[in-house]
């Protein structure tokens, strides 16, 4: 495991957190830009509508002239990954979801044929559509699959939708799958999903726990976890967890991070935490003259001058020690802080590609791709 995890304390803390820490990619590549996805309220917020956007479009002197509620495809973007023979990870599609309605089966074959003749990077792709994302490498790609450089992931942000879209990734045919607890809205237990079917998802145990009958008095039975499962599902290989982004952010409670965090080292699973959005942890604070303050309960409550017209005082007087307090007023390293440690791992990059193994010129892939 590749990690960059380390605890930090006082003067230690102090000078690490001003450093730049590192980026989960290297490259965010861009052959579609916009999503009209509407999968929940968290659709509302989406960074990708937003500050994200914004950021994207002054970075680029507004070369794209795209809207973040329509789907663009941009052709010139297309065999970009070729380019660079450096072996990097590669975040698809950061502002779209490549497995969204408004996506043709066209483009995203275009797109898998770049992955295929770019073996040297890995790319990471997460969607929340699962569903539709295994149905699509089940019957409609055109490139031989899975590819071993390719990774695909889901994003949750509480308990329903990580019942919800796990069993679809897990069901999904690829080598590598990976989740994003982003924008964490609640707390998530990762141990067990109880299917419709009744039977049980147990994620890091990559298993199905099959159902046998329910008693005369009303309890269900499972099959023994150490026999033989109903089904084998793959690994889970890296966790990203970060927390909501923008003007209308509502930062997770450390606490539902800490088992995430925890539950992922119990299982080897490489954890990247991104921070808390906009806010961070504090040790001391500034109850008279931090106007950023917020208290976030295990519930997922939120109180405090940032979040509503309640005052400080009478959150902390309603929620005691079960509330945590973060602030807006912290820099961006601080706030990737959980407990006053970094969690920045990744799974090691496979043994880097020769040129020789390197199959296609852009020039010879750019032709295929507009025959």
């Known amino acids: 495991?590749?990690?960059?995890?380390?605890?930090?304390?006082?003067?230690?803390?102090?000078?690490?957190?001003?450093?730049?820490?590192?980026?989960?990619?290297?490259?965010?590549?861009?052959?579609?830009?916009?999503?009209?996805?509407?999968?929940?309220?968290?659709?509302?917020?989406?960074?990708?509508?937003?500050?994200?956007?914004?950021e994207f479009q002054n970075s680029t002197s507004g070369f794209w002239a795209a809207k973040p509620n329509e789907v663009t495809v941009h052709e010139l973007q297309l065999t970009e990954p070729i380019r660079y023979r450096e072996p990097m990870d590669i975040e698809v599609a950061p502002l779209s979801d490549l497995f969204q309605p408004d996506v043709s089966d066209e483009v995203r074959h275009k797109i898998f044929t770049v992955i295929k003749n770019a073996p040297q990077h890995r790319f990471f792709i997460q969607t929340k559509n699962p569903a539709f994302m295994k149905h699509y490498f089940k019957t409609r790609v055109a490139v031989e699959w899975p590819l071993p450089n390719v990774w695909v992931g889901t994003s949750v942000e509480d308990q329903a939708?990580?019942?919800?879209?796990?069993?679809?990734?897990?069901?999904?045919?690829?080598?590598?799958?990976?989740?994003?607890?982003?924008?964490?809205?609640?707390?998530?237990?990762?141990?067990?999903?109880?299917?419709?079917?009744?039977?049980?998802?147990?994620?890091?145990?990559?298993?199905?726990?099959?159902?046998?009958?329910?008693?005369d008095e009303g309890q269900r039975h499972w099959a023994p976890l150490h026999g033989e499962p109903l089904m084998r599902t793959p690994a889970i290989k890296w966790i990203y967890v970060g927390g909501m982004r923008g003007g209308n952010a509502r930062p997770p409670h450390p606490d539902w991070v800490q088992r995430i965090v925890s539950q992922a080292a119990e299982n080897l699973v490489p954890v990247w935490f991104a921070g808390f959005g906009e806010y961070s942890q504090l040790e001391k604070p500034d109850l008279e003259n931090d106007e950023t303050l917020v208290y976030v309960n295990k519930r997922?409550?939120?109180?405090?001058?940032?979040?509503?017209?309640?005052?400080?005082?009478?959150?902390?007087?309603?929620?005691?020690?079960?509330?945590?307090?973060?602030?807006?007023?912290?820099?961006?390293?601080?706030?990737?802080?959980?407990?006053?440690?970094?969690?920045?791992?990744?799974?090691?990059?496979?043994?880097?590609?020769?040129?020789?193994?390197?199959k296609d010129s852009v020039e010879a892939l750019a032709l295929r791709l507009k025959a």
């Open 161 to 215: 939708s990580f019942n919800a879209r796990v069993p679809n990734l897990l069901g999904t045919n690829a080598h590598n799958h990976f989740l994003v607890f982003e924008p964490l809205l609640g707390p998530i237990n990762l141990e067990m999903i109880q299917l419709d079917t009744f039977d049980r998802l147990w994620p890091f145990k990559q298993m199905v726990q099959a159902y046998e009958s329910m008693d």
């Open 300 to 358: 997922g409550e939120y109180r405090g001058r940032g979040v509503g017209s309640i005052t400080n005082l009478l959150a902390q007087t309603l929620d005691g020690e079960t509330s945590a307090i973060l602030s807006r007023k912290t820099s961006p390293a601080r706030r990737m802080l959980l407990n006053g440690k970094h969690y920045l791992e990744k799974p090691p990059m496979p043994v880097k590609f020769s040129n020789t193994q390197i």
């Open 1 to 54: 495991m590749d990690s960059l995890s380390r605890t930090m304390r006082g003067e230690e803390a102090r000078k690490a957190v001003e450093k730049p820490l590192p980026r989960p990619f290297r490259f965010k590549w861009h052959p579609i830009i916009g999503c009209r996805m509407k999968t929940g309220p968290v659709c509302n917020d989406c960074i990708a509508r937003k500050e994200s956007w914004e």
